[in-house]
């Protein structure tokens, strides 16, 4: 079993006994939606290095003895809610697997194209709008997406065999999907900045200036580097705008709620719109 497996259920362990959550969303019980989505992920990765029949198991019992771990904790408790969602994430995850992916290979290229995003033309384009919906829908904190950073890094490493013969798949979007939240927390949930530096954020790694596409090339880790680049350069320029123009203009102003309501309606379409144009 990889060592990188052991990560991944060490960062599920620190993320049930943390005392505050570190996703600040209005969504109701998105705990549970957390719980589902992590242990899905988990799952994935666990059933094709162990026996099937045994990882099930293993991850049912895991599951409830978090839970009863919680029960210690003073700022925690037990909550059924939470293990009944571990447990749909994965069963899940299960069916899946034994009916459809089948084999690891399989798993890499479900996560690595966002769940078929990156087998569309423009994926990368289509994967960074995707990460601005999730951020304005969860409003993650800088732990969040450190821990996000941490899990893409992680996963990169837990998969490398599969990136030796293809050093970047067209359909691996995961960079681009995660390389944006770089720059999100910083754009005060303000429309113009989020335009701006989306087309930064894309000039920057379609191009690739400034040394950026001797990143690419480093082992393994060249795949994210270069997209982690690109949201470093667009956090600069955004940066320099926001201390140039803090005065001057209301248009740099946090959203209102709605206008937090029309650019979500906005980007919901223009994802639409980039996914039927490459579809049809």
């Known amino acids: 079993m ?7 259920y060490l960062i599920f362990l620190i993320g049930i ?3 505050s959550p570190i996703i600040k969303s209005n969504i109701k019980n998105v705990d549970i939606l957390i719980h589902f989505s992590y242990l899905f992920f988990l799952s994935l990765l666990t059933f094709p290095l162990i026996n099937l029949s045994i990882s099930l198991l293993f991850l049912i019992i895991f599951s409830f003895l978090t839970e009863i771990l919680q029960i210690f904790i003073s700022t925690r408790n037990f909550s059924l809610k939470d293990f009944s969602s571990d447990l749909m994430g994965i069963m899940l995850a299960f069916l899946i697997y ?4 089948k084999k690891e290979k399989n798993v890499f290229v479900l996560f690595s194209s966002i769940f078929g995003i990156g087998f569309i033309k423009g994926g990368g384009t289509i994967a960074s709008i995707f990460s601005i919906i999730l951020f304005y829908i969860f409003k993650p904190g800088f732990l969040a997406i450190l821990i996000l950073f941490i899990l893409t890094i992680i996963y990169t490493l837990h998969f490398e065999k599969f990136l030796k013969f293809e050093k970047d798949p067209s359909f691996f979007v995961l960079d681009e999907f995660s390389g944006f939240f770089l720059v999100l927390p910083f754009l005060n ?4 900045l989020i335009i701006l530096s989306f087309l930064l954020y894309r000039a920057f790694d379609i191009l690739k200036p400034f040394g950026i596409k001797k990143l ?5 880790f060249g795949i ?3 997209d982690y680049a690109a949201g470093i350069f667009t956090l600069i320029i955004i940066i320099i705008i926001k201390f140039l123009f803090r005065q001057a203009s209301p248009l740099l102003h946090p959203l209102s709620s ?3 309501i029309s650019l979500n309606s906005f980007l919901m379409l223009l994802l639409l719109n980039q996914m039927a144009a490459h579809l049809l």
């Open 2 to 8: 990889r060592k990188s497996l052991f990560i991944f």
């Open 258 to 260: 709605w206008q937090h």
């Open 189 to 192: 949930f303000n429309y113009l």
């Open 216 to 220: 690419e090339r480093i082992k393994t």
């Open 17 to 19: 006994i943390m005392p």
């Open 224 to 226: 994210l580097l270069d």
């Open 98 to 101: 034994k009916f459809i992916l």
